[in-house]
Structures are given as structure tokens and as C-alpha cells.
């Protein structure tokens, strides 16, 4: 599959290969072996992370596991660190927003990764950022992204955001949110700016996230540059095969956050961890239960997001490239009783009572 030198004459080699995933025929994917080495040394292969060629944009292929960002605000300061050792357990990818606080120590890190060699250039990470509701408008999509590319120290990001089909008055961002900040979501004037912004290079690819497909409908209704990703959780406990589906006829690549599961604001776990028919699996496969959900959203097609800033643990979560479910594991997951981790209500108010018409779809359980 890959040729690795016997001799080598720079310090940074990356050796390239190409197939195609195992659940898109149709998508190309291509493949690093990074090792930053020494002439004297023989080259050391320190993972093997298949990337995802993104039909929309111009974005770099993506890589098939990202890191994500979004912490606690008592785990700010160790962000900075957790995305260092990323980097050296081999994350290309990380996903941040304006709403985590990360976007600095995001930027810091990799700029340090590359004085030290453990990337070779900015060009060789794949970041993502988000667009927040209270900079959901028409003029301020552009002056918000540009405010991320400060913090994050960088003249683009590889890919940004709408990070929720919800709109606020543009203010501070804060927790709870008030019900008299909301105001009509403007899908066209929104999406104008969005497009904008990849004219400009500011963004080399623009999509959304938590949409459901009656929110995709509305969008590329207006659309001219449709977008390339569609950020949603999932897991084998939350498969949204509806909204899946959709999108991979729309050729919208579909990336998946919690797909370990996590508390919601409610203080509610869906279970990913607890799952017998996923410890059962992992049992026979002699993985964890982590594993086997993060390989199962990789043989789906998707582009799994997990959060950890255990260095043992981010290393544990890139090791799925090498052995696949088998039938019967697809189906015993099939049939896992489905429980969302992430509902609008939470996002808008800790006790789960702030609903009003305009989100109603949000809470569509699709199937």
C-alpha cells in the first residue's frame, strides 16, 4: 500500500498513499505516514490516518478523526497542551468555535508544533471553527470569522461553521439565554456572508452544524456554494440515518461530535460508554467500548470529533484504521435503542423549558 525510503535526506518525510473508504466507494481518501526524523535516524511511522476528500469548497482532504475543543472553562489553560500532545500522537484535524474559548491556545499550539517540527507547516492541520448565534446575521458573519482568525493566529481556516440554525441578538455569549434574544434565523442573508467568506479565502470551506434536514432544505434553497459538512452528533446510540442519508445525496459530508456520547447541560449521559451490545462487541474484538464506537462512525463514512485531553487516551482513540466490524456487529448496533445526547432546549436553558416555535424542528428525531 505505501513505500517507506531506506535513506532519507530531510528531516520532515511524509510518504503519501490513496484508496477509497470502506463505506463511500465513491469518496477518495488518501493517507499520511508522518515522522519527523533525523538523517541518522531510520524513519518511524507514527500513524497511519486516512483522510476524506470533501466534494464542496476548496478545502484539503480532511482527516478521518478530529480532536475536539470545547471544555470546561477550568480546563481553558490545559488546551493549550492537550493540542501539543495531539499533535504528537498524530491529530491532523481539530475543531474548535468562537463559543469554546479555545480558539487562541488552539492557534498557540500549533504554531508551536510547527517551531519544533512536529508539523512541517500550517498547511498540513486541518482546523475548524464556528460561526456563534449572536453573530448569526448577514454583516457580522465576516467581522466574527475574522475575530477567529486573530485568536487563532492564521489567515484561514480549513473549514467554518454555522454552529446552530438559531440566531441572538449579537452580544455577549452567555449562559442561560434569554427567550426575548432570539430572533428569526435569516437563512439567505446568513449563508451570502458564509459564501463570502470562502470567496475571500478566509475559509476554504463553509458548511453548518446541528441542521436538520428541514433546515438543509431551507438552506440550499439559497444556496450557490452548497455546504460541505453538516457537524451533528452521532454515535451508535444516536444514528440518524434519515439525516445521513440525505446529506450523502446532497454529497454533504456529515462529521459527528460526541460520538463517545457526554453530558448535556441537564447533567444526562446517552450511554455510548454503558452500552452492553457495544462492550459485547468490544469484548470479541479485543477493543474498548471507544474504539468500537469511534470505528463504527468511521465505517459509516463519517468523520468522528472526540474530546479528551488524556494523552494515552487521544493515542488509544486514532488506533480503528486497522480491523473492521463485521456484519454482525453492524447489525447488533442497528438495533440499539437511540437516546440524544444534545437537545436545543439545553442549549437555550439549563432547565429545558425554553422552547418556542422556530425551533421545533431542531427536536425532530430522525430516523
Known amino acids: 500500500m505505501y513505500n517507506i525510503p531506506s535513506s532519507i535526506e530531510d528531516e520532515y518525510v511524509v510518504v503519501r498513499t490513496i484508496f477509497y473508504s470502506p463505506a463511500e466507494t465513491n469518496t ?3 493517507c499520511y505516514l508522518y515522522r519527523h526524523s533525523r538523517t541518522s535516524q531510520p524513519i518511524m511511522v507514527s500513524v497511519l490516518v486516512p483522510e476524506v476528500a470533501l466534494r464542496h469548497g476548496n478545502a484539503r482532504p480532511m482527516p478521518a478523526v478530529g480532536m475536539g ?3 470546561a472553562p477550568a480546563m481553558l489553560e490545559k488546551a493549550r497542551e492537550a493540542v501539543l500532545a495531539g499533535i504528537e500522537v498524530g491529530y491532523r484535524h481539530f475543531d474548535t468555535a468562537a ?11 500549533i504554531a508551536e508544533a510547527t517551531r519544533r517540527g512536529l508539523v512541517a507547516s500550517r498547511e498540513e492541520v486541518f482546523v475548524t471553527s464556528k460561526l456563534w448565534s449572536t453573530q448569526c446575521h448577514a454583516d457580522l458573519v465576516l467581522p466574527s470569522l475574522r475575530e477567529s482568525l486573530r485568536n487563532l493566529q492564521m489567515e484561514y481556516v480549513d473549514l467554518f461553521l454555522i454552529h446552530w440554525p438559531i440566531s441572538l441578538k449579537p452580544g455577549p455569549m452567555a449562559f442561560p439565554l ?3 434574544d432570539a430572533v428569526p434565523f435569516d437563512f439567505e442573508g446568513v449563508w451570502r456572508s458564509m459564501e463570502e467568506a470562502q470567496r475571500l479565502g478566509l475559509a476554504k470551506a463553509i458548511g453548518v452544524s446541528n441542521f436538520t434536514t428541514k433546515h438543509l432544505d431551507k438552506l440550499l434553497a439559497v444556496a450557490t456554494i452548497l455546504p460541505a459538512v453538516n457537524q451533528v452528533e452521532m454515535s451508535p446510540v444516536w444514528q440518524q440515518r434519515t439525516l445521513r442519508r440525505y446529506c450523502a445525496e446532497k454529497g454533504i459530508h456529515v462529521s459527528a461530535y460526541s460520538p463517545l456520547g457526554g453530558q448535556n447541560w441537564a447533567g444526562n449521559d446517552n ?28 465505517e459509516q463514512g463519517l468523520t ?9 487516551r487521544l493515542k488509544h482513540n486514532l488506533e480503528i484504521f486497522d480491523w473492521e466490524l463485521t456484519e454482525e456487529d453492524h447489525l447488533k448496533i442497528s438495533q440499539i435503542p437511540q437516546n440524544k445526547t444534545v437537545k436545543a432546549t439545553y442549549v437555550f436553558s439549563p432547565d429545558g423549558e425554553f422552547t418556542f416555535v422556530d425551533l421545533s424542528d431542531v427536536e425532530v428525531v430522525e430516523e
Do not use: D, F, H, M
Open 28 to 30: 477518495l481518501v488518501s
Open 69 to 71: 475543543t470545547a471544555v
Open 99 to 109: 463559543l469554546y474559548g479555545t480558539e487562541a491556545a488552539l492557534g498557540e499550539a
Open 178 to 180: 434569554k427567550r426575548e
Open 271 to 298: 450511554g455510548v460508554l454503558e452500552s452492553p451490545v457495544l462492550a459485547e462487541i468490544a469484548n470479541a474484538r479485543g477493543k474498548s467500548i471507544a474504539q468500537v464506537s469511534l470505528r463504527w462512525v468511521y
Open 304 to 312: 468522528p470529533v472526540a474530546k479528551s485531553y488524556n494523552k494515552e
